[in-house]
């Protein structure tokens, strides 16, 4: 119903910039938010950053490093990574909640991508 592809990851050296980027497809009417979280081997998944109509939020871990911003019109969030380092890797997923054209709300995860920062 609805398909969520992401893209970006890779290998980079600590203190490089990655940009991950997650399009939504499907049956949508609106979307309402969109963000990202991460998970690293033994360690559960944890938040990253959020982005609503209103104002976007990160965790404190990423404040100040990391920039998520949407375009609408083509139902895609992105995430600009910089400053990397190498705690920041993890599978990177992308979350969002989409109201779809039979409208209920939809909670969707994204396949993940990997990044990897080297030391």
């Known amino acids: 119903q609805v398909q969520l592809v992401e893209s970006g990851g890779g290998l980079v050296q600590a203190g490089g910039s990655l940009r991950l980027s997650c399009a939504a497809s499907?049956?949508?009417?609106?979307?309402?938010?969109m963000g990202w979280y991460r998970q690293a081997p033994g360690k559960q998944r944890e938040f990253v950053a959020v982005?609503?109509?209103?104002?976007?939020n990160y965790a404190d871990s990423v404040k100040g490093r990391f920039t998520i911003s949407r375009d609408n019109a083509k139902n895609t969030v992105y995430l600009q990574m910089n400053s990397l380092k190498p705690e920041d890797t993890a599978v990177y997923y992308c979350?969002?909640?989409?109201?779809?054209?039979?409208?209920?709300?939809?909670?969707?995860w994204g396949q993940g991508t990997l990044v990897n920062v080297s030391s």
């Open positions: 979350k969002v909640v989409v109201q779809t054209t039979n409208f209920r709300y939809l909670e969707v």
């Open positions: 499907g049956s949508i009417f609106g979307i309402n938010t």
């Open positions: 982005i609503t109509s209103v104002a976007a």
